[in-house]
């Protein structure tokens, strides 16, 4: 009944807070307070080695007239969910990389958070008990990324599996710096 109630309390929000440039809607998150939902999803721990990182982005920048907007031009990945899994930081390192290979190569890709969700613990990452976007990219350095279709997501359900050496050795995708 707990359940059904914050359900309901959800639902009251949500038909009454609709914006004109966004809107709200019934998810599997719907059954959740806040508190719950910020608990699951938001926390965030910092690892000691990161605890004195600074990074500082110089100058302003506006977009001009001249700006591209990378959603409309198709350069830009597809959201994707998680799961139960705290990988977000796989996710955000694949879709950065993914657009940078759109924009400058002309070539959609998706890559494989998987690969970095499993075979990554060697920078520091965590699989699904976390992990840095840069220590992503240190792995990505190393060993090129398989696309998700050759090395797929399953850690959605909160476990991740060993890292398949033979597809992740296969990768074609990698960066040089970032």
């Excluded at 949500?14 to 719950?36: K, P, R, V």
């Excluded at 002309?106 to 890559?111: D, T």
């Amino acid at each position: 009944m707990y359940r059904v109630k914050v359900f309901y309390d959800n639902l009251d929000y949500i038909e009454s807070n609709q914006g004109d440039t966004w809107s709200l809607g019934i998810n599997e998150f719907a059954d959740m307070t806040n508190e719950e939902f910020r608990h699951l999803k938001l926390s965030l721990i910092v690892p000691e080695r990161h605890t004195n990182t600074r990074h500082q982005i110089k100058g302003r920048y506006e977009l001009t007239e001249g700006s591209v907007n990378w959603v409309t031009e198709k350069k830009t990945p597809p959201v994707q969910n998680q799961g139960s899994c705290g990988s977000c930081w796989a996710f955000s390192a694949t879709e950065a990389i993914d657009a940078a290979y759109a924009v400058s190569k002309n070539q959609n890709v998706l890559l494989s958070v998987e690969q970095l969700v499993e075979c990554s613990s060697a920078e520091g990452n965590m699989g699904c008990s976390g992990g840095w976007m840069s220590w992503a990219f240190n792995y990505v350095m190393a060993n090129p990324l398989s696309t998700e279709t050759d090395y797929p997501y399953t850690a959605g359900n909160g476990f991740a599996g060993k890292c398949n050496v033979n597809i992740a050795g296969q990768g074609k995708y990698g960066i040089t710096s970032y």
